[in-house]
């Protein structure tokens, strides 16, 4: 069983930035696809970005968050992260990560672990 953690997040106010971490201790991040989504309160749980396996060198992020925010990986620390800039009230929500073996990287069904979850809250 794979146990994805996460920390980061917090409150902040709009305009600002958070920096939210997932980490595995039992597996090797970097043999999954990582996705990041999100679920505001009363609302479906949508993506928010998605890095490859290994090199990390394929990114996708929903349109909604394109520029605004980054996904990364460094496989040395065994580390997925996504850097959220330009922060808006309606980024606010729960955060997950997720690690996917296959499938379609925009479909919350195709990630077989999930970390915790961690509040992003920001204020206008």
């Known amino acids: 069983q794979v146990q994805l953690v996460q920390s980061g997040g917090g409150y902040v106010q709009t305009g600002g930035s958070l920096r939210l971490s997932c980490a595995a201790s039992e597996v090797t991040l970097n043999t999954y696809t990582i996705g990041w989504f999100r679920q505001a309160p009363e609302k479906d749980r949508e993506y928010v970005a998605a890095?490859?396996?290994?090199?990390?060198?394929?990114?996708e992020y929903a349109e909604s968050v394109q520029g605004r925010f980054t996904i990364s990986r460094d496989n040395v620390k065994n580390m997925v992260y996504l850097q959220m800039d330009s922060l808006k009230a309606e980024d606010t929500a729960v955060y997950y990560c997720?690690?996917?073996?296959?499938?379609?990287?925009?479909?919350?069904?195709?990630?077989?672990?999930w970390g915790q979850g961690t509040q992003v809250t920001v204020s206008s």
């Open positions: 997720a690690a996917s073996i296959a499938g379609t990287w925009r479909l919350d069904t195709s990630y077989d672990f």
């Open positions: 890095i490859n396996a290994m090199s990390g060198g394929i990114r």
